[in-house]
């Protein structure tokens, strides 16, 4: 399956308008355009129970290619802040998995 693109929204030093929340997939996850200066802005809407988000990351260490991933359990109600991931390090498309659809995904270009 797909995974379902999530739209990068800019912020700057004057503000910005958070965007719509990307409603978590657990089925076919999350790619987001990765330029080295995205966050990505993670909630956990349930009211009960904590729930997992996952950001799959691949790049290059001394010519050598390298993946990683970063896994937080948000508590219920409770967000998360991830990244940004350079450029020379990651590459240009980060990918996001979350184990239930309560958790939301918000991606801002910061600066």
Same mark, same amino acid.
């Given at each position: 399956?797909?995974?379902?693109?999530?739209?990068?929204?800019?912020?700057?030093?004057?503000? &910005?308008?958070?965007?719509?929340?990307?409603?978590?997939?657990?089925?076919?996850?999350?790619? !987001?355009? #990765?330029?080295?200066?995205?966050?990505?802005? !993670?909630? #956990? *809407?349930?009211? *009960?129970?904590? %729930?997992?988000?996952? !950001?799959?990351?691949?790049?290059?260490?001394?010519?050598?290619?390298?993946? @990683? &991933?970063?896994?937080? &359990?948000?508590?219920?109600?409770?967000?998360?802040?991830?990244?940004? /991931?350079?450029?020379?390090? /990651?590459?240009?498309?980060?990918?996001?998995?979350?184990? #239930? @659809?309560?958790?939301?995904? %918000?991606?801002?270009?910061?600066?």
């Amino acid at each position: 399956m797909a995974r379902g693109t999530i739209a990068v929204s800019i912020s700057d030093r004057a503000g &910005t308008v958070l965007p719509a929340a990307t409603v978590g997939d657990p089925v076919n996850g999350h790619v !987001v355009a #990765n330029d080295g200066r995205v966050g990505l802005l !993670v909630r #956990n *809407t349930g009211s *009960t129970v904590g %729930r997992t988000v996952t !950001v799959r990351l691949s790049g290059t260490l001394d010519g050598q290619a390298v993946s @990683a &991933t970063r896994t937080k &359990t948000l508590a219920a109600g409770a967000d998360a802040l991830f990244g940004p /991931y350079p450029k020379d390090m /990651y590459t240009a498309s980060l990918l996001v998995d979350v184990d #239930n @659809a309560e958790l939301t995904i %918000r991606a801002i270009k910061i600066g």
